[in-house]
């Protein structure tokens, strides 16, 4: 679940009720991993780096939520593992600004990717994959997508999330491409 930065995305199993008006559900995921090496393979690591990313609610009048009142979440994953998470929003338009690598100062980026929550609904808002250079090299940098693999995310859902994954409907998070002032 999506919850304020103090706690970060909880995904602890608790039930979600259906949404109500005031209320809309998200289900997506996170997935950071080394780009594939020359021969296709993915290097693998034996301490995988934890990576997060910052989500805040955005307004009209402050597009990139930078004001003191923005509502701010925060999700943290581990490299090669796809994190699934299932969070109960008011409904808006959140910005998934950036991410980090936790351990090492300016090992991340900007992502500038929204999604909506409307009231009522539940949305699957897709997977959003960053692939990472295995080694840090000057000029080559991250890459990221969004992927629509419903399945695969799902079947990583808690039981109790069952039922609100059956009805979500597709809404995927899509890449800002208006910079804002």
């Known amino acids: 679940m999506l919850v304020a930065c103090t706690t970060g995305f909880d995904m602890s199993g608790e039930r979600i009720p259906p949404p109500g008006p005031e209320w809309g559900v998200v289900i997506g995921s996170v997935l950071v991993h ?12 034996r301490n995988p780096a934890t990576y997060s990313f910052d989500v805040v609610q955005i307004q009209p009048g402050d597009p ?15 490299s090669g593992e796809e994190r699934p998470f299932v969070s109960r929003l008011r409904p808006g338009q959140y ?11 300016g ?26 250079p295995f080694s840090l090299s ?21 039981k109790e999330h069952v039922d609100l994954a059956t009805g979500a409907m597709d809404s995927p998070m899509q890449v800002r491409t208006v910079q804002t002032p």
């Open 138 to 158: 000057r000029g080559k940098d991250y890459r990221f997508r969004i992927d629509n693999v419903r399945a695969q995310t799902f079947s990583l859902l808690p």
């Open 107 to 132: 090992l991340g980026g900007d992502l500038n990717v929204v999604f909506s929550v409307e009231p009522g609904e539940v949305r699957y808002v897709g997977r959003l994959n960053v692939e990472i």
């Open 34 to 45: 080394p780009e594939a090496d020359q021969t296709g393979a993915v290097p693998a690591t």
């Open 64 to 78: 990139d939520g930078t004001r003191p009142y923005a509502q701010q979440y925060e999700l943290s994953t581990k």
């Open 95 to 105: 910005l998934v600004r950036s991410f980090h690598k936790t351990s090492m100062a």
